[in-house]
């Protein structure tokens, strides 16, 4: 693994074999729910598959109802994607705080992921994969 600091005195990381990040195209229709709502439905995910952590569906903004969400000041930052930007699902109630995320300016590691959300399973109703 290779580091470095970013301008904003951030620690970038760089995938590698102790740290191992996949991104691949995922063919299956993937739709998003919430209270009876498609949140999201799209056939161009991509899915992200880092180190030990679980796979993580991310879905392009444009196959994402963005009229349902709305944006948060929470904010995180992974050394190896960037800084992490959040939403919530208003519908949804205190349940789906923050329950959207997304980099906006990935690292060029991560760059596939720019323009995709990714939704915590457990701050929606269903995130179903259908073939």
């Known amino acids: ?3 470095n600091v970013n301008p904003a005195g951030k620690t970038v990381k760089v995938p590698g074999p102790d740290h191992p990040i996949t991104i691949e195209p995922n063919p299956a229709r993937i739709v998003v729910t919430l209270g009876g709502k498609v949140i999201a439905d799209t056939r161009e995910a ?3 598959r880092e180190a030990a952590y679980p796979a993580v569906l991310y879905i392009p ?3 994402v109802d963005m009229t349902l969400l709305e944006r948060t ?5 992974c050394p190896y994607k960037g800084d992490c930007a959040y939403f919530s699902i208003p519908s949804g109630g205190e349940r789906s705080v923050n329950a959207v995320w997304t980099y906006e300016k990935p690292y060029a590691a991560v760059a596939a992921i720019k323009d995709h959300l990714a939704f915590y399973p457990d701050r929606v ?4 994969t259908h073939a």
């Open 1 to 3: 693994m290779s580091s």
């Open 46 to 48: 991509l899915t992200l």
């Open 61 to 63: 903004r444009k196959d």
């Open 73 to 77: 000041a929470h904010a995180t930052y």
């Open 125 to 128: 109703d269903s995130i179903e």
